[in-house]
């Protein structure tokens, strides 16, 4: 049997004779606060697995060559994204507001870089998404547009 705790080990976790839904809060509240958080938690570990120790709107250098003096590239992880083509983490980075524009040390924009990487149209949500300009709006926003 299942207990509480078990929930919390990952979001996503099903265990013997429980559904997907019994794991997700229902009411409105606890859904964002659930979603909130889980958002997060998918942002945490990705700038601590790409080595981003100072937040989502901070650089972190990388080397363009193996020699140890050669030019370090500023980047950011709307960048890192971007490349690797993460639509989940750079829809999270929008959210919060970081700027979709925003260069590297060498003039390249996120959109450089995913159509860099793009193969065979691999990127093309990231693409379509950083080519749009975004706007994400709560409910309040929304109904106060009318």
Same mark, same amino acid.
């Given at each position: 049997?299942a207990t509480s705790a078990d929930h919390f080990a990952h979001p996503?976790? +099903?265990? !013997?004779?429980?559904?997907?839904? *019994?794991?997700?809060?229902?009411?409105?509240? $606890?859904?964002?606060?659930?979603? @909130?958080?889980?958002?997060?938690?998918?942002?945490?570990?990705?700038?601590?697995?790409?080595?981003?120790?100072?937040?989502?709107?901070?650089?972190?250098?990388?080397?363009?060559?193996?020699?140890?003096?050669?030019?370090?590239?500023?980047?950011?992880?709307?960048? +890192?994204? !971007?490349?690797?083509?993460?639509? *989940?983490?750079?829809?999270?980075?929008?959210? $919060?507001?970081?700027?979709?524009? @925003?260069k590297t040390s060498d003039g390249r924009s996120a959109l450089d870089?995913?159509?860099?990487?793009?193969?065979?149209?691999?990127?093309?949500?990231?693409?379509?998404?950083?080519?749009?300009?975004?706007?994400?709006?709560?409910?309040?926003?929304?109904?106060?547009?009318?």
């Amino acid at each position: 049997m299942a207990t509480s705790a078990d929930h919390f080990a990952h979001p996503f976790a +099903v265990l !013997a004779g429980e559904s997907v839904k *019994d794991l997700v809060p229902t009411n409105g509240k $606890a859904f964002r606060k659930w979603t @909130q958080q889980n958002e997060q938690d998918a942002l945490d570990e990705f700038l601590e697995e790409h080595k981003f120790k100072r937040g989502i709107c901070a650089p972190r250098s990388k080397r363009s060559g193996w020699i140890p003096f050669m030019h370090k590239e500023k980047i950011y992880p709307i960048h +890192v994204a !971007a490349k690797l083509g993460k639509c *989940d983490i750079l829809r999270i980075l929008l959210r $919060a507001q970081v700027d979709s524009n @925003q260069k590297t040390s060498d003039g390249r924009s996120a959109l450089d870089m995913a159509r860099e990487a793009d193969v065979n149209g691999s990127h093309r949500n990231v693409i379509a998404l950083l080519q749009q300009p975004v706007m994400f709006l709560g409910v309040r926003e929304l109904m106060a547009m009318k």
